[in-house]
């Protein structure tokens, strides 16, 4: 158990719909990360965020938002959801002064 | 920018069978290599790490060397168990604190 956690675990919604995916870090770790693992693209970081704020952006759609609360926890927002969108979506969260990322179990996310 | 290769899987070993995963890298300056397993159905574990050249990392009999020369971090096991069939990701960082850039993964068959 990484003491990272995410909810659901599984999601299946339509096109066109918004959903929100839930990640909690482990305790202590300012820096939640989100990337997406999809069977085409393998395993992509989508946005970072620490203590708060937005850190770094990799490749996130803008249909895709996130935020960080101030008791740490994050949420990755997609809406207008298309069939590629389909993947697993991975929370990964790290300290400040080290390269370990611990990875949640991730969110299985199917749009039919 | 940044990027990981790794050898394309899927790859299938006889208990006991040496393994050998490829993974090279293309990155500005000196990054953090890392080999990251997932087991069917769960998050990322982290393996092993090396964060300098010729740095060795280990972990459960696995091994990798950060090879400089060769921007190569290929991980190594003497004996495969069947409790090893997973998928395999190499992966660099340039600092703490920083998203990883993972390669599209090795997935990992051994059979008794």
């Known amino acids: 158990d990484s003491g990272v956690t995410q909810t659901p675990k599984h999601l299946i919604t339509a096109t066109g719909q918004r959903v929100t995916l839930r990640c909690s870090p482990r305790?202590?770790?300012?820096?939640v990360y989100w990337y997406q693992q999809s069977l085409d693209q393998g395993l992509q970081f989508l946005i970072q965020?620490?203590?708060?704020?937005?850190?770094a952006k990799g490749n996130i759609l803008e249909r895709f938002s996130a935020q960080q609360f101030p008791d740490l926890h994050s949420e990755l927002n997609l809406s207008s959801l298309e069939l590629g969108d389909s993947a697993l979506y991975f929370c990964?969260?790290?300290?400040?002064?080290?390269?370990?990322?611990?990875f949640g179990p991730g969110t299985r996310l199917t749009v039919t | 920018g940044d990027s990981v290769t790794q050898m394309e899987g899927p790859v299938t070993l006889s208990e006991e069978a040496f393994l050998t995963i490829n993974c090279t890298y293309t990155?500005?300056?000196?990054?953090?290599l890392f080999w990251y397993v997932q087991y069917p159905g769960e998050g990322l574990q982290l393996l092993l790490k090396?964060?300098?050249?010729?740095d060795k990392g280990s972990n459960k009999g696995f091994e990798a060397t950060y090879r400089k020369e060769t921007t190569s971090f290929h991980l190594e096991k003497g004996s495969v168990q069947v409790s090893d069939s997973a998928v395999y990701f190499c992966?660099?960082?340039?600092?703490?604190?920083?998203?990883?850039?993972f390669g599209k993964g090795t997935r990992l068959s051994v059979i008794a």
């Open positions: 990964a969260s790290g300290r400040t002064d080290s390269y370990e990322q611990y």
């Open positions: 305790s202590g770790d300012l820096s």
């Open positions: 965020y620490y203590n708060g704020e937005e850190r």
């Open positions: 990155a500005t300056g000196y990054p953090s």
């Open positions: 090396a964060t300098k050249a010729d």
């Open positions: 992966a660099l960082s340039h600092s703490g604190n920083t998203p990883l850039v």
